[in-house]
């Protein structure tokens, strides 16, 4: 796999890469999107037959007992799916730098890097809900701002091999003077996010407000609702991940010569020049005399 070249990139090829990089390796990328939402359906289907059969069949409300126990249950499935995407981030984020070193990724090998780094990636999601919470509580504005100055703390951790400090330290040194960058890469993600789900969902609410009286079809289409906008959500996802990733390898370009220290890297170091040979050489004022 060639190596792809490693250039300051204007806004247009940015996207362009990403979505060319997308493409490329369409299955690489949905197989690691796909790992959290997977995680999402179990619950959310399990979930909907539980409550849904008794309210289909007339039966009474479900007593408390199982009420608790979906509560715990939801609580478990929660905790799982914020693992599942932090994993699915970083996985995301080595699948883009194996790629760009010109090795093969694969969706195992991309997961197995991430082994070991799960508090550093709890950490970083941690310090920046902190970071935006205090930025929105002062002003939307703000809070905007640094959710741009952040993004690529999760690229900075897992390729430098940084803790969630000096990660988001890093972001917010490479995202300065481009934070408009960040904030139309966020835009484009949201977008797609919200037009592709509704794409894929809108047709089953239709359908459930038609059969609004017929509780089994009710039933179906919300099933079938929630798996397409699941469906829809994993096929949008990795746009967010790769973006970023190339937005963090566009700006240590830019701003560290990291295509130079690569091609540096590349040609190794300095040979160790050769022996002289020949003889003994002369003493100093031997040829003199």
Do not use: N
């Not at 959710?147 to 091999?161: F, K, Q, W």
């Amino acid at each position: 796999m060639a190596a792809l070249d490693l250039r300051p990139l204007s806004l247009g090829e940015l996207l362009d890469r990403t979505f060319f990089l997308y493409r490329r390796h369409f299955l690489l990328f949905i197989g690691i999107a796909a790992v959290p939402y997977l995680v999402i359906l179990v619950p959310v289907l399990a979930g909907l037959m539980l409550y849904g059969l008794p309210a289909r069949s007339g039966s009474p409300s479900i007593v408390p007992a199982a009420a608790v126990v979906g509560i715990v249950l939801i609580i478990l499935a929660a905790i799982a799916v914020f693992v599942a995407f932090l994993y699915s981030a970083g996985a995301s984020v080595f699948a883009v730098s194996e790629i760009y070193a010109g090795r093969h990724a694969s969706i195992r090998g991309s997961f197995r890097l991430v082994r070991g780094k799960g508090w550093i990636l709890l950490g970083i999601m941690f310090l920046s809900g902190l970071i935006m919470m205090a930025g929105f509580i002062a002003l939307i504005i703000p809070g905007i701002y640094l959710m741009c100055r952040i993004p690529l703390a999760t690229a900075a951790a897992m390729i430098e091999d940084i803790g969630p400090g000096e990660a988001i330290g890093r972001s917010f040194f490479l995202t300065k003077d481009f934070a408009g960058r960040s904030a139309l890469i966020y835009l484009l993600a949201v977008s797609l996010q919200y037009g592709v789900g509704l794409m894929f969902q809108m047709p089953f609410l239709v359908l459930t407000a038609v059969t609004a009286k017929q509780s089994h079809l009710v039933l179906l289409w919300t099933v079938l609702g929630q798996v397409g906008g699941l469906l829809g959500g994993i096929l949008v996802a990795p746009v967010h991940t790769i973006g970023f990733a190339l937005f963090y390898y566009d700006l240590r370009v830019r701003k560290e010569a990291f295509d130079l220290q690569m091609m540096m890297q590349a040609i190794g170091p300095d040979p160790v020049p050769p022996p002289i040979t020949g003889g003994t050489p002369p003493v100093f004022g031997r040829d003199a005399s």
